[in-house]
């Protein structure tokens, strides 16, 4: 859906005297946001909230033959499968960085081998609480397998050399303002030959998102024309390289048809681009909810193209 298509009767295209001159450096601003570690921890992940906005959006309206979480799991189960075997020890040591509210655990409750013990980080504080409570409501009291919860910078992993024999990193190095750091530190507490799963996006995915946010918040126009420096389908493999001599791309399958427009609106209120700043106004989010049921009533659902996928280094 090009840009071009975007309209709305209810919110008129912008035009100079609509974006304030300040929209440059509100643009820049929301841009360095995406590794603000102050502002990840204290409001953009202060809890699970504006996450599992944007993770509803794909639970819901995702057509894959298996979930996000369930198919990250199927190639961490696979390239520990790969690994060379473990010498002196019995307990395999799984770690997640930026883990979140532990949906990855959650969602594969009934699938984690018993040998297992996870360890679980976040740099947020709220984040790491709303982990241990998952887990806690997932297994139980008499819960089977050893999780740990820990808050701690990915950039200084507070473990010793070779103590892990994987390491996932799902959607979250894009969050890291010295990647280069984090990935060494990562591959220090990786036993050798031991895979690191990193989970992002493509330059792509969820452009209808942008395109929409382009149109109706203009203030963010720029937000994401820094893409390429981050951490992306396109480009990770060279950073990872630096640090792990194999890596491997694989892709997740399915862009989104969404048929109802409260999640897109939910969505957009939970950017990083238009959290902060409070651009989404009552009279904004209106225009967005009536242009996507105009899309929805026109050809049966709102597409959102999906450009995930995963990196398996070692």
């Known amino acids: 859906m090009p840009a071009s298509d975007i309209s709305s009767p209810s919110l008129p295209s912008p035009g100079a005297s609509e974006i304030s001159e300040n929209s440059e450096a509100t643009s820049n601003t929301a841009y360095a946001l995406r590794s603000d570690q102050e502002y990840l921890v204290t409001l953009q992940y202060r809890d699970a909230s504006n996450l599992n906005a944007r993770i509803a959006l794909h639970q819901r309206f995702g057509h894959n033959t298996s979930p996000w979480q369930r198919w990250v799991f199927d190639q961490l189960i696979k390239a520990m499968q790969e690994s060379p075997p473990r010498k002196g020890r019995v307990t395999t040591r799984v770690l997640e960085i930026g883990c979140g509210p532990a949906r990855l655990w959650v969602e594969n409750a009934d699938r984690i081998p018993p040998d297992w013990a996870i360890t679980l980080v976040d740099l947020s504080a709220g984040m790491v609480d709303e982990a241990r409570q998952s887990i806690g409501v997932a297994f139980g009291p008499e819960q089977r397998i050893p999780f740990s919860f820990t808050v701690a910078d990915a950039q200084s992993l507070p473990f010793a050399h070779e103590t892990f024999d994987a390491v996932v990193a799902n959607h979250m190095l894009y969050h890291v303002p010295d990647r280069t750091k984090a990935i060494s530190e990562i591959r220090r507490v990786l036993r050798a030959g031991a895979p690191l799963i990193a989970a992002t996006n493509g330059e792509a995915h969820l452009r209808e998102?942008?395109?929409?946010?382009?149109?109706?918040?203009?203030?963010?126009?720029?937000?994401?024309?820094?893409?390429?420096?981050?951490?992306?389908l396109g480009n990770g493999a060279d950073q990872l390289r630096a640090s792990f001599a194999s890596v491997e791309e694989l892709r997740f399958p399915g862009d989104l048809e969404v048929t109802e427009a409260e999640p897109v609106v939910a969505y957009m209120a939970s950017m990083v681009a238009v959290a902060p700043t409070n651009l989404l106004t009552e009279e904004r989010r209106e225009a967005i909810r009536a242009y996507v049921e105009q899309q929805i009533a026109t050809h049966g659902a709102f597409h959102i193209t999906r450009v995930s996928g995963l990196f398996i280094a070692r």
């Open 209 to 232: 998102l942008d395109e929409l946010a382009a149109r109706f918040l203009p203030e963010t126009a720029g937000a994401n024309r820094h893409f390429s420096e981050d951490f992306t």
